[in-house]
C-alpha cells in the first residue's frame, strides 16, 4: 500500500506538469490558459525508489458557491483532506498573492503534511518570492522547476520519511494472509488479540446502513448517519471489543456501480473502499433488504472472493420486513444462483436501527474466520483425493490421460491447496470446480475462497525415495512361499 500525495495549489502554478513528471507520462493537459484541469487525475508516481499514488487537482479557488469554480474548489478540498500528503504549489515568478496566504490556512486544517513547493523558481528573479514563501508558515519551500525537472532531489527527501512511516503503519494495520503451512502447523484459527485484533471491513451500497450498524455494534453515535445517500466519503475504523473478541471494524463509503460514479468525489470514495476490503480479514456485504443483489451488490462481493478474503452477507432493515418467512428463502436461492463462488458463505438478516440480529452476525463473522483459517493435513487430503477420483475420474482430452498423483495445503487465510499432476493445462475449469467443490464439502469449508493450483512434476513424487524400515504387509505376503500362505 503507496501513500497519496495530492498537487494543490491555484490555478496555471505548474501543478499537472509536476504530475506529469512524477508519472512519467503525459496524463495531464498541460496549457498556459489557467483552469484546464477540471477534475481530479489520479497516476502511479515515482522518484527514485519512493512510489505513491498522486493526484492533479483542479486549481484552488476562492469561489465557494455551487458554480463550477464552487464544485472544482469542495473537488480539490476532498482531495487533500484523503491525501496522506499535500503538496501546495505557488508561483514563484509571480510570488505570494492573498489567495495562496488563504489556501494555506485552509490546508493547515485539513491535512497534517503539507509540503510548500515553489515552482517555476528556475533563475535569480524567483530568489525574492522565495523568501516570501515562508511567511505562509508551511516551513522552508522547496525551490524547483517542474517543467525542467529541478528540484527533484529535495522533493524526495522530504517525501522519503513519509514513505517510512507509511509503510511502517501500513504493515502494522495489514492483515496476515496467505500464511504458508505446513503438517506440523497447529489446526487452530490465529487468535485475535488487542494488539492485532481481527479486521472487518463493512462494505456495500450507499445508504444500505453501514454507519448506522456500526454505531450500534459499539454503541455510541460516532460515525455521521442520516437518510442521504453518500454522506460517509472515507473508510474510517474504529476499535471495539465484541462479545469478547477484539476487533478493528472498517466504515466504508458506498460503492456506486461505475457508470453511476459522476462525481469524482464519489470515485475518490470507490478507491477507499476497495483499499478498506484489503485492509480486511472479514468483509461483510451490507445489503438493502428492499433492493438486494444488485450488480454493484454482485461486484462487492467478487471483489472480496477475488482478494482472499473471508465473506459474510447481512441483510439490513430487516425489521422493515413483513413476509419474513418467505423473503428469506428469496434471498437464499438468489445468494445461491447469483453467488456460486461464496456458496456456503453466512447470510444472516439484521436491523441496525435496533440492534436485532447482531449477536448472530457476531457468531457468523467468528464461523468464517474459523473456515478462513482452515488447516488440513496432507494424509486427509489424499485420501479423499483418491475418492474423488474413483468416484469421477479426470478427463482425457486428446487422447492424454491426466494423472493426479498427490494434493496438499500451502496457505491458509484463505485455504489453498496444490495438486500434483501430468498436464496441469489440459484440465478442463470443470473438473477444478468438480475439486474445489468438494473440499468445500468434505472439510466443511462453507463460502470462503479457496486457491486450487495445479502443478506439473512430470513422474516425480514425493514419496518414491522414501523407503519404509518395515515392510509392507503387501510386500510380505508376496515374499511368502505357497506352503507359508
Not at 183 to 203: H, N
Not at 409 to 425: N, Y
Amino acid at each position: 500500500m503507496t501513500f497519496t500525495l495530492a498537487i494543490v495549489g491555484r490555478p496555471n502554478v505548474g501543478k499537472s506538469t509536476l504530475f506529469n513528471r512524477l508519472v512519467g507520462k503525459k496524463l495531464a493537459l498541460v496549457d498556459d490558459q489557467p483552469g484546464v484541469t477540471r477534475d481530479l487525475r489520479e497516476g502511479e508516481g515515482r522518484l527514485a525508489d519512493i512510489r505513491f499514488t498522486v493526484i492533479d487537482s483542479a486549481g484552488l479557488e476562492e469561489a465557494t458557491d455551487d458554480s463550477l469554480q464552487g464544485r472544482m474548489r469542495r473537488l480539490t478540498e476532498r482531495a487533500v483532506e484523503m491525501a496522506d500528503v499535500c503538496l501546495f504549489m505557488i508561483d514563484a515568478r509571480v510570488g505570494v498573492l492573498p489567495a495562496d496566504q488563504v489556501f494555506a490556512d485552509i490546508l493547515r486544517k485539513k491535512n497534517a503534511n503539507v509540503i510548500l513547493a515553489a515552482n517555476k523558481g528556475e533563475g535569480k528573479a524567483a530568489d525574492a518570492t522565495i523568501l516570501e514563501a515562508y511567511a505562509l508558515g508551511l516551513g522552508e519551500p522547496i525551490r524547483m522547476s517542474a517543467e525542467h525537472g529541478e528540484g527533484m532531489g529535495e522533493l524526495m527527501d522530504v517525501l522519503r520519511p513519509i514513505a517510512i512511516e507509511h509503510e511502517e503503519r501500513a504493515a502494522l494495520d495489514a492483515p496476515e494472509v496467505d500464511v504458508d503451512v505446513g503438517d506440523d502447523d497447529e489446526d487452530a484459527p490465529r487468535i485475535p488479540t488487542l494488539s492485532k485484533p481481527l479486521q472487518i471491513a463493512v462494505v456495500g451500497r450507499p445508504n444500505a446502513g453501514k454507519s448506522t450498524l456500526i454505531n450500534k455494534i459499539i454503541g455510541e453515535e460516532r460515525l455521521l448517519t442520516g437518510p442521504e445517500a453518500g454522506i460517509t466519503r472515507d473508510a474510517i475504523s474504529v476499535k471495539q471489543v465484541w462479545d469478547g473478541v477484539p476487533m478493528r471494524i472498517f466504515d466504508t463509503a458506498g460503492m456506486r456501480r461505475k457508470a453511476k460514479v459522476q462525481e469524482k468525489l464519489e470515485k475518490l470514495s470507490v478507491s477507499d473502499g476497495l483499499r478498506a476490503v484489503k485492509f480486511a480479514e472479514v468483509v461483510v456485504v451490507l445489503l438493502d433488504v428492499e433492493i438486494p443483489f444488485e450488480q454493484q451488490d454482485l461486484r462487492i462481493a467478487d471483489l472480496a472472493e477475488r482478494e482472499g478474503r473471508a465473506v459474510v452477507i447481512a441483510v439490513n432493515k430487516w425489521d422493515t420486513e413483513d413476509d419474513k418467512q418467505d423473503k428469506l428463502k428469496e434471498l437464499r436461492e438468489s445468494f445461491e444462483r447469483l453467488l456460486p463462488q461464496l456458496r456456503g458463505a453466512p447470510l444472516v438478516t439484521v436491523s441496525a436501527k435496533t440492534g436485532k440480529g447482531l449477536d448472530r452476525l457476531q457468531q457468523a463473522i467468528m464461523r468464517a474466520h474459523g473456515v478462513w483459517n482452515r488447516r488440513v493435513t496432507t494424509a486427509q487430503l489424499n485420501r479423499w483425493l483418491i475418492g474423488m477420483l474413483e468416484q469421477h475420474p479426470p478427463p482425457a482430452p486428446g487422447g492424454k490421460r491426466i494423472k493426479m498423483r498427490y494434493a496438499t495445503q500451502v496457505k491458509t487465510r484463505p485455504p489453498a491447496f496444490v495438486v500434483m499432476t501430468s498436464h496441469p493445462d489440459l484440465m478442463p475449469e470443470s473438473y477444478k470446480r468438480y475439486l474445489v467443490n468438494g473440499l468445500r464439502q468434505d472439510f466443511d469449508m462453507p463460502g470462503t475462497p479457496i486457491r486450487l493450483y495445479l502443478r506439473d512434476q512430470g513422474d516425480k513424487n514425493p514419496y518414491k525415495d522414501k523407503k519404509s524400515s518395515q515392510p509392507s504387509r503387501l510386500s510380505k505376503h508376496l515374499k511368502k512361499g505357497p506352503s507359508d500362505r
